[in-house]
């Protein structure tokens, strides 16, 4: 395989660039494709190197910098498969030796300095006129409240303009000037002492007991049971049966005695009330006070 590489490199230098390239390829019987990965390069690239297409390709630089590394790949001598191509496409500056340019999107720092350096230049020199104009303005280094709030521009009276800026006398604690009376009133704060009512919403009030409760009893079994109200009104007084249900109205609090308290449930105003008794053994006589229900 070397000695097919060494007898190309002896050929006659009449040869051109893209000839030797591919008969070095062929001899080593590689792809196209398998050297256009190896290279960084497009198919297509590799192919118009050799067919010495060159008008299809970047500027000579870059050429010269594919031709080095295909000529390196294949063992050829880079100097000689250079050299070639500078006899078809005219002399110039070659890249420095060893200087390999493995695809289209890699370019020396060279090339990318010259410009950064520009743009860097041009904006150091932004940044200096902007802090001169704004010290020759005011007069002094421009504060961060300054630079957050454009200074307002009074209006022209009777068409004249206004010469120069007025200058913005220091707070001194009162209201902002306002460019409207209604503004103004507002800034300026409400009297001490309103001449109308408030309009604050008051609370509510809170709803008024009924005049007359109401007192419910659910019997589940037969009992004996006395109700009588704050007057003295005996609002029940009898046995009842399983199942029955009785409602009266008076004045709490009410004084009950239940036979069977446990087979009993009360509600007071709507409202469960739980009397405490949980067994039959004895009578129970207790008092439902008026604030039961709350």
Known sequence: ??????????????????????????????????????????????????????????????VRGYLRGYARLLGLPEQEIVDAYNRVAGGGSDPEPGAVVRGQSEASPTSWFGPLGLVLLGMAGIWGYQHWRSSQISGEAPSPVELSEPVPVEPAVNGTAMPGREEVAPSTGGPAPASNPMAAADALGSPAASPYPSTQPQPSPQPLRPEVDTLTLSFSGESWASVTDAEGKKLLFENVTEGQVKTVQGKAPFKITLGRPADTHLEFNGQAYDHGYKTNRTSARFIVPRNAGH
């Open 1 to 62: 395989m070397g000695d097919t590489n060494d007898g190309l490199a002896e050929r006659p230098g009449g040869e051109s660039a893209g000839q030797r390239l591919r008969a070095a390829r062929e001899a080593r019987r590689q792809g196209i494709d398998k050297v256009a990965r190896e290279l960084h390069l497009s198919v297509g690239t590799v192919g118009a190197l050799e067919r010495d297409d060159y008008a299809s390709l970047p500027p000579p630089a870059f």
